[in-house]
């Protein structure tokens, strides 16, 4: 299953020398959302880098609490988030347009994500250390179960 994700990378990013690099942004983009999960309290079911890059929350579980469209705007935006601060300067995921999108479409059509972006931004700094072991354990290991994620925490 490795060879799909490097080969989406290598789709993404054009040659094999850098297929690598750009799955290590796969990796730090789905880092990037599951650590928003986890801090909005989201839970996790999974988080992949193969065959298709995901990240899958368990909140319909939960019964508690249904999470606000704050909460998804804030998940949708964190893999965006993620991979700026992995890599600054390079070509962003076409992912993330969807992303975007989606956080849209849980805002409202007439509220952005934008006004978020900084606090979104905030919350992926803070906890760096996080989404950096979560993104080191999906490029070793392609798959994580929620509690796999929970115990990097």
Not at 107 to 117: A, N, Q, S, V
Request: charged share 25%.
């Amino acid at each position: 299953m490795r060879w799909i994700a490097e080969s989406l990378a290598e789709q993404a990013f054009g040659c094999r020398g850098i297929a690598q690099r750009g799955l290590e942004r796969i990796a730090y983009h789905e880092a990037g959302h599951a650590t928003l999960a986890l801090v909005e309290g989201l839970g996790l079911r999974s988080a992949s880098i193969e065959p298709d890059p995901a990240v899958y929350t368990d909140w319909r579980r939960r019964d508690t609490f249904a999470p606000t469209p704050r909460q998804y705007a804030r998940f949708f935006i964190g893999g965006f988030c993620a991979e700026l601060q992995f890599a600054p300067k390079g070509q962003l995921l076409a992912s993330s347009s969807y992303d975007f999108a989606n956080a849209r479409r849980k805002l409202g059509e007439r509220d952005h994500w934008f006004p978020l972006l900084p606090e979104v931004n905030a919350a992926v700094a803070s906890h760096w250390p996080l989404v950096e072991r979560i993104a080191q354990a999906l490029l070793e290991r392609g798959t994580l179960t929620g509690r796999e994620i929970e115990w990097l925490r």
